[in-house]
């Protein structure tokens, strides 16, 4: 049976421990900690007294209270106790934590009733009626690129040599400075060298490692498409090339000669990535500045170029722009839709084009 002390003392600890501490909490304090604090609240206690080895008393009273301490070290923890500063201060975390929870979860249903909105801006009647009328412009225009194409086409087949041809070729060669002639080969030297073939693989390496899949399909379709048709055109036709009797050649170049497969070429990959340009990204940056107009000057220039280094007549750049034009402006019309479904599209690219401003969202809003 314990002493009158030993009575005393255990109330004192029942006091604080009701005063002072939390029991059953997950967090466990350390003996030292808790020590220190009750020698304090000792100290003023009404019961005070001068008892004989405070410590080793204190460790007996939580045991006999059933609380256990971990074992090893000097000051132990004891396990299901804590000082209430401390239990208020996890309750403080748990509510942070479940208050960020809370705005989480408020910002992602505000991502999906944003995605929602746009996918319901998509469909409106008056979104679907402007789409009709772009569409039907694009589609007349088309026709209108084709027919045209068909028409020299069948004219130059009847007519190789156009004295119209030889005079624009021969106005072009008039001016003959070393600057002029070295931009002209550097314009075209993608187009007559492995150079171009490579920079073809390796956007499509690069589109299909950031995870932008249906970028990279279109870059190599496009590109092989436009080679495979020039290729047949020109059998077709059958139109044979300047000869030097005519004009004066820079560059020799084999095979026939309309339509131009360099214009062609540079329409189905410079063409496409100034498209991508326009389409995926949005915003004033100097890279963005940049792609547009490095490859709006390749497409531009590839046809002077060809003329000035007698290795096409202009008749052959005119029909290589009308029917590149078409197919690149087919291609991006094919393009659209399926990059509005997601088709071939990664978590990955998803989440980029969600997280980055420079990137457009889709589905748009009825940009296109």
């Known amino acids: 049976m314990r002493t009158d002390e030993d009575g005393r003392f255990s109330r004192a600890m029942t006091r604080f421990l009701e005063q002072q501490c939390v029991i059953g909490a997950q967090y466990s304090i350390a003996d030292e900690h808790l020590f220190a604090r009750f020698k304090a609240f000792w100290i003023q206690a009404p019961e005070r007294f001068d008892h004989r080895a405070l410590l080793g008393q204190f460790r007996v009273e939580f045991v006999e209270r059933g609380f256990h301490a971990e074992p090893g070290g000097k000051w132990p923890h004891w396990l299901g106790l804590t000082t209430r500063e401390q239990d208020n201060q996890r309750h403080r975390e748990e509510r942070k934590m479940q208050q960020a929870d809370r705005n989480e979860n408020g910002r992602e249903q505000v991502l999906t009733t944003t995605e929602g909105a746009e996918q319901a801006a998509v469909h409106t009647p008056e979104t679907q009626k402007r789409r009709g009328k772009v569409v039907g412009c694009l589609l007349q225009v088309l026709v209108l690129q084709l027919t045209l194409f068909g028409l020299l086409a069948w004219f130059v087949h009847v007519h190789p040599i156009l004295p119209l041809d030889v005079a624009i070729t021969r106005s072009f060669q008039q001016n003959q400075a070393p600057w002029l002639r070295i931009t002209m080969l550097a314009i075209s030297y993608p187009g007559s060298s492995l150079l171009l073939p490579v920079l073809i693989l390796l956007a499509v390496g690069a589109f299909w490692a950031v995870g932008d899949r249906l970028e990279a399909v279109f870059v190599g379709g496009l590109s092989t498409v436009s080679l495979l048709l020039n290729l047949l055109l020109k059998v077709q036709d059958g139109r ?60 531009v220039l590839i ?35 399926l990059k509005e479904r997601g088709v071939l599209e990664t978590p990955e690219a998803r989440a980029r084009m969600k997280k980055q401003k420079a990137l457009r969202s889709f589905p748009t809003k009825g940009g296109f």
């Open 240 to 299: 044979p090339r300047p000869t030097a009797n005519l004009v004066h050649i820079v560059q020799a170049a084999l095979g026939y000669s309309f339509p131009s497969g360099h214009v062609m070429a540079y329409i189905a990959y410079w063409g496409l990535l100034f498209a991508f340009g326009v389409i995926l990204f949005e915003g004033r940056h100097w890279w963005r500045t940049a792609l547009l107009i490095t490859s709006a000057a390749f497409v």
């Open 303 to 337: 046809g002077p170029s060809r003329i000035y280094l007698g290795d096409h007549w202009a008749s052959d750049v005119l029909g290589a722009y009308l029917i590149g034009e078409a197919l690149l402006g087919l291609a991006v019309g094919v393009y659209l839709p």
